[in-house]
């Protein structure tokens, strides 16, 4: 079952350290275009257990030596990896459209943005300072004894297995984020591809084979298997070669993944991103100043991409006054105008009416605009809705505490700030938290200020958080459930630090430290030697 | 129940936010002089369930503001309190001296590497480099969409809970490393006191409260609790203003916390250091060239402390041939002639007595050096143990891979340096692994240096694994159950990373951003700014 797409071929099967393995029994599934329903071809095949542990095996012997290889290498992949992405061209985009329902616009946005992204962290590698460098230099004179030579550096952990979500095809899957930090880590990975899009994952799965073929890196430094169900998913973060998970989906699942990585014989770090609803506050000056520009702001982030972002705003909390009933106007006005939207798939279509129906059930909780019921002719269509509570049922009823993957979005009404900022320290910790206000008027409310940081990891002012940057200083990452580990980010360089423990060298010869640790330094890597900041030879 | 201790009361009670709470009901305890079985006063009382929750929420309310305490601030703190602690002079020694059976110039010296330690953090937060600060202004001008001023630094989790040892009753607990990295974080924390030592922890606790109120800080920044069961410790981690957990202990206890903490509605970080046996490889020309100097550093490096540190090395791994049995009997006649020590308390002991019969029943396992039975007149006397197997015997039997907490080793005969990498990969996550070798014996063997980095945090060359350096290039940390996240050092100056978490300002005016993230930077701290690091004004 081979069909031609453009100039490339798509077969449907996992590819161990760059081989397509033989298509043994086991179940199959084909992605669907949510726009139309149609099924696309071909079909896809589960990978086995035999295959995957060989996936797993070449992951961890290709670790041994991609371990010691050097910033420049690591980069010279991530590039190349770029590279052939973006020479897969229309076939990728194509196959996206078809497999997401999303516009080619965002197809060629998100390749962007990946690409972008795989730059970023070669960048960040070649130029080696992000491995925390630290050498104390022995001293025999030291009295009662002598101090050795000790050396730490940042090392990969190893293995990392890749679990991407189904909203971000390009950006948090085969080769986005945590593939791309876990290779500039040093680490081998090995991708479950999301079934919501197989073909996508297929062809970036290929543009990394050849990248790393023509790096003359071993093959067993990238594979890529494909599952529907849950014992491909489950088999593979309990192999023992695998020594971290990354994951971007729902709460039960990675809750779930996370107890299989706790129970095994050697627990592992797992990192997930699992649910935020993403508040934003609005203050009474700046509501009252500028209701219909906030409306507009936020309908544009609540409805981009169908509402299908991990920081879609679902929560929105402003003091009755001046301006709220011309904002709540101009945001309905604007929702109902709203074209009916594609969804990625039908389980998120369900997930969405039932989220809808939760919400709306609760006592208490206005439904301010109902989403339509036409699911379309692929039972994906969806269009927005907009609910309205009171802060104390908001706070006393934990479901609409629950993220509503959509374009849905619960307004809640509070008696004043310090109510605000009770419903803020309520709330589960969330990726995101933002507010507007007018200058001069949020420093005098510092303790809004503090209950945002309290329960998010990135705050904004003015702005919405969708869109998130990849940079240096992004954090996409939160409390529990935002995050799986509040320490970490899975956007921007800092997301590398996911992936690497340190490591001491104790009076070891220059000849057997890994390079970065040795006396000369011909990058200018800044390193910390005896208590100082350098970037000279020691 | 008082009693005066030179010119100290020590009251038995848990001290809230600075204050010693009402001794109500509740199970009392004593500590013991392990050395002759004297019951110690006072009577220590387990705190109660109501003062534990006023002591998490105390702490609680004061992260707020001590989030917001400049480096200097925390510094002052830091070495107010080693100050504090050497104060208290020789009753703080004396109690320490009757609590543990640990000589007094090993008190002297964790007392000095305590302090030292403190002084170290003051040192680190007071410049400041460490917090990762990245600056990313933004770009009106970029297409498609402007790029927004985004700001990013590490900051406090929030309140730690931390649980130290029986073995460090100075430089592991109530101001050890996990509070010190914590209090430089800015993070508030609440010390459970080991029951082994409670006057020791009590006088510590009062030179930290001490120093809170010279330093003018919110009392709530520290508290100490005393419990002797599992209660104290459950509702401690449990706690919602909680927000992280550092754990020295058992594995069993740690895996306990553990879930408790992953249990929580919000799942916290917890670190924890468990176990470790601490390989030690002797290459064949190294034993050849110098048996008895290696027999003579092993046997210092077995017995010190009565074999009860973390690192101590509990297996010896090597080949036969020149120099084996020279080693082997000079390390014998060394043990043979070690004095009995006092170990810590009864527990410590019997469990020492039963991990002795646990691997000399081992089909297999060849006792060469019996402990003496006799457990002194405080049950806690205690003389070194040596047993040797095959590496097969040692591979199958995982009994053999358990930490025997004291001055026992096992010695694993090898059929060659193949068999030895072998046996070191078969191993759970070591804190170290150590190697003695010739110049350029080691140069031949990678895959022993690969298998040696794989399996620990720090690897020693030619060296012993007990006396761990506290210095910015130290890791204290490993795969499981070493520590419970191998990205993590507990000793050193990166130990901070503990606590500390990203987050990202988007947008925001000077006036209402962390001082350090402003565009002034008065104190020069190294900072990434638009992707350059530099230590000037932004």
């Known amino acids: ?233 489950a088999a593979l973060v309990r192999h023992p070669a695998i020594r971290a998970v990354g994951f971007t989906g729902s709460k039960a699942g990675g809750r779930e993944l996370q107890a299989l990585c706790a129970a095994r014989p050697e627990p592992i770090p797992f990192f997930g991103e699992l649910s935020s609803i993403n508040p934003i506050c609005l203050l009474p000056e700046a509501l009252a100043a500028r209701p219909e520009t906030i409306a507009a702001g936020l309908h544009g982030s609540l409805t981009l991409g169908v509402g299908q972002f991990c920081t879609n705003p679902g929560l929105v909390l402003y003091v009755p006054g001046a301006g709220a009933d011309a904002f709540v106007d101009a945001l309905l006005e604007r929702l109902r105008e709203t074209p009916p939207g594609v969804m990625l798939n039908r389980a998120i279509r369900r997930a969405y009416a039932e989220g809808l129906a939760r919400v709306g059930g609760v006592r208490g909780v206005e439904t301010l605009l109902a989403a339509s019921e036409d699911c379309g002719p692929g039972g994906c269509h969806a269009t927005p809705a907009l609910f309205r509570a009171d802060a104390e049922v908001f706070r006393r009823e934990r479901v609409l505490h629950e993220e509503v993957f959509g374009p849905a979005s619960l307004l809640v009404v509070c008696r004043d700030i310090g109510d605000m900022v009770e419903t803020l320290l309520a709330l589960e910790g969330q990726l995101t938290a933002t507010v507007h206000a007018q200058p001069d008027e949020l420093a005098a409310h510092r303790d809004l200020l503090a209950a945002m940081e309290q329960r998010a990891g990135r705050l904004v002012l003015d702005g919405f958080p969708t869109g998130v940057e990849v940079s240096a200083s992004i954090v996409h990452g939160g409390p529990w459930p935002a995050t799986t580990d509040v320490r970490f980010t899975s956007v921007g360089t800092a997301a590398v630090y996911r992936w690497v423990r340190p490591v001491c060298f104790q009076d070891f010869p220059q000849a057997l430290l890994p390079e970065a640790l040795r006396d000369r330094n011909p990058g200018h890597v800044a390193r910390l030697v005896d208590g100082r900041r350098c970037t000279g030879d020691v």
Chains 1, 2 share one sequence.
């Not at 070449?58 to 590279?83: D, F, K, M, N, P």
Request: aromatic residues 4%; proline residues 7%.
């Open 1 to 233: 079952p081979v069909i031609i797409m453009t100039d490339t071929l798509l077969q449907g099967l996992s590819t161990v350290a760059g081989e397509p393995v033989a298509a043994a029994g086991g179940a199959t599934f084909h992605a669907v275009n949510p726009a139309t329903g149609e099924r696309l071809d071909p079909e896809y095949r589960e990978i086995g257990d035999a295959d995957l542990d060989r996936a797993c095996r070449a992951a961890g012997e290709a670790g041994v030596s991609y371990r010691e290889s050097s910033g420049s290498q690591r980069a010279a992949l991530l590039r190349a990896i770029a590279g052939e992405i973006e020479a897969l061209g229309e076939t990728l985009v194509d196959r996206y459209v078809a497999e997401t329902g999303l516009p080619r616009a965002r197809a060629e946005g998100e390749r962007a943005r990946t690409c972008g992204q795989l730059r970023l962290f070669a960048d960040l590698v070649e130029a080696g300072d992000w491995a925390d460098i630290r050498i104390d230099r022995a001293d025999p004179n030291r009295a009662p004894i002598p101090r050795p030579d000790t050396r730490m550096m940042l090392r990969p952990v190893g293995p990392v297995a890749v679990f991407g979500p189904a909203n971000f095809p390009l950006a948090f899957t085969v080769a986005g984020g945590d593939t791309a930090s876990a290779l500039a880590a040093g680490c081998p990975v090995v991708v479950k591809a999301h079934p919501s899009h197989p073909g996508t994952s297929e062809l970036v799965g290929r543009a990394i084979d050849t990248a790393v073929r023509r790096c003359g890196l071993p093959a067993g430094v990238f594979s890529l298997v494909h599952g529907q169900g849950r014992r491909v998913g």
